[in-house]
Each structure stands twice: as structure tokens, then as C-alpha cells.
């Protein structure tokens, strides 16, 4: 096992936020996906109540995979208004579409003791925070995402970050009974908040949430505008890891782009403590857990002391 900072984990590898929905994605595909080899599965985020985000419909079947909920029949026409594929990635505008924290702890959360869960939680004020955090004193989880990144909610984040986030994250710190990780935004100064998480003991940061970006229809002009994740941030991720570990000492889980071992090396080369794999789940979904499984057998064998 591995100590981050009091976040007590298998092994260096995480899924990032959403990336298996909310812990119970593949639960039935084991053992070619398994959302229990991870060191961290990290939940999509939850607010307060349940939310539609940008989708037309709300999310009424919490069990359903996010391809049944994407492509299914009955609502394909809205795909398109929440996800696009562009070449090697995804752009997503959901806006924490979510069934809402209390019906994930009676529905979800008891369906997924055996995977190691983070949860993500999201507000749109610091009292909504605190109220989540109170909630999930009640679990027995490896620890709680602060979400204050997410590009696609309507929440002008730079003001609200500026104006609040150290009693934010002060106040999550004195109510929550788990160790805590805050998520960091490639936008704005993150190596100042990533002191103020460390100087309150916020117990690990997470860096980078997904970019805003923007797609223009070729032949209608319309815009659409979303978070984009993928290949294309890979390396806007590296910088913001490293800058953040040159000026802290804090845990930092990175991700962005990461499609193989080599680029959670170069991740680790820049002195992160985890990496996290998200938008490859939606490419080659079986692939994280082969890497992992891989990188234990060369462990056993003490050719990556270290890295477990």
C-alpha cells in the first residue's frame, strides 16, 4: 500500500473523474476492465441536487453505463448537444449532469464497496460543499474531490476561486472526516491555490480538469463550446504538474492525455505522486487496466522499484 499524505491507496494509478461514471462502470466486464485494480476510482462529480446539466432529460437511470445513456435510442438526439469526437478525443459540455449525492449513496455507493472510490463534489456555493461533505462523513471512501474547475457549469470559476477558495477549502477541511484533494484548472493561478491547499491541509491536488475549447460547424457556423480532454492537453498538462511541483511539496495526481505507459512516465517524470486515466476509456476502455496489470508483473520482478 501507499501513503499520499494520508490518502492510502493499492497503487499509483487512477481513473479520472467520470471516466467510469461512478464506480460502477464495467463492473461486469472484469477481468479485461477492472475497476478494482486501480489505486483510485474517482467519481463523476455530485452536487447538492440532482441535475440535467446541458442534456434535455435528467439522469433517471443511475445504473445505466455512459454509452447506454449516450447512444441509447431514447435520447440520441441529444448527444450532440452535450459530446462531440474530434480527431483523437472527445469535447463535452454535460455541465455535472448527475442523479444528485443522496441518491447516489442509497443506489450506487452500496453496489461499489469493492472498487476504491474518491468522490467528486461540486457546489455552486461554499454551504452546498459543506453539506455534501457532512453526507459523505458517512461512507467509508478513500477520500473527496473538490471539484472547482469544471468549465461547462455556469460559475464564473476565476471570480469565485479568487473571492473564495481558501474559506472553501478551509471550511471542507474542518468537516470532512477524509482526506481531501482538490481539482486544479490549467486556467488562473493554480501554484497560489495549490498552496492554499496545502497550507489549510488539503491532503493532495489533482491537475488538470479538461480545457474549454470551442468547434465551429464547417457548414452551419454554429458554435459549440466544451471542455476538451485528450491527446491535445497532454502536454499543457505537463506544464502545469511540473510548475506546481517545482513550488510544493503537496501530493499531485496528474492527467491529460494519457494513452500508454509512456506517457504516465513522462507524467511521473515531472515528479507527480499518481497518474489518472480518463479519455482513453473512451477510445480503447480495456487498455488502463492492462497497463496496470503489466506494470505490477514488472514490479514483482523489482524493475519499477518505486513506482507501486
Known amino acids: 500500500m501507499i501513503d499520499l499524505n494520508g490518502i492510502i491507496v493499492k497503487n499509483r494509478f487512477f481513473v479520472s473523474s467520470g471516466a467510469l461514471a461512478f464506480g460502477n462502470k464495467y463492473l461486469w466486464a472484469k477481468p479485461f476492465i477492472d475497476p478494482t485494480i486501480f489505486g483510485a476510482v474517482v467519481t463523476r462529480t455530485l452536487t447538492l441536487e440532482q441535475r440535467q446539466g446541458n442534456f434535455g432529460v435528467s439522469p433517471v437511470k443511475p445504473d445505466r453505463i455512459l454509452e447506454q445513456i449516450l447512444w441509447g435510442v431514447q435520447i440520441i438526439k441529444e448527444r450532440p448537444t452535450v459530446l462531440r469526437k474530434i480527431p483523437g478525443e472527445w469535447i463535452n459540455r454535460m455541465g455535472w449532469w448527475n442523479i444528485g449525492i443522496d441518491r447516489y449513496i442509497s443506489e450506487i455507493y452500496p453496489k461499489t464497496k469493492e472498487v476504491p472510490i474518491i468522490v467528486s463534489i461540486g457546489g455552486f456555493s461554499i454551504k452546498e460543499y459543506i453539506e455534501m461533505i457532512r453526507k459523505l462523513n458517512e461512507l467509508e471512501i478513500l477520500a473527496v ?117 509512456k506517457d504516465c512516465q513522462q507524467f511521473f517524470w515531472t515528479g507527480v505522486n499518481a497518474v489518472s486515466f480518463g479519455s482513453i476509456f473512451f477510445f480503447q476502455p480495456w487498455k488502463p487496466t492492462w497497463i496496470v496489470r503489466m506494470h505490477q508483473k514488472e514490479a514483482e520482478n523489482e524493475k519499477l522499484c518505486g513506482m507501486f
Not at 147 to 171: A, G, H, M, Q, Y
Not at 195 to 206: C, E, F, L, R
Not at 223 to 244: D, H, M, P, W
Request: glycine share 10%; aromatic share 8%; proline share 3%.
Open 145 to 261: 474531490e473538490i471539484n472547482v474547475s469544471c468549465p461547462n457549469v455556469e460559475i464564473d470559476w476565476e471570480t469565485w476561486r479568487n473571492l473564495r477558495f481558501e474559506s472553501l477549502v478551509k471550511r471542507c477541511r474542518e468537516e470532512s472526516k477524509h482526506p481531501l484533494i482538490v481539482k486544479l484548472s490549467a486556467k488562473g493561478d493554480y501554484i497560489d491555490r495549490a498552496y492554499i491547499a496545502q497550507d489549510v491541509g488539503i491532503n493532495a491536488v489533482s491537475a488538470i480538469n479538461t480545457i474549454k475549447g470551442l468547434i465551429v460547424e464547417p457548414k452551419t457556423g454554429e458554435f459549440f463550446y466544451g471542455g476538451i480532454s485528450g491527446k491535445r492537453i497532454k502536454e499543457i498538462a505537463l506544464r502545469v504538474v511540473s510548475e506546481i511541483r517545482k513550488e510544493v511539496d503537496i501530493p499531485i495526481i496528474g492527467g491529460g492525455g494519457i494513452y500508454n505507459w
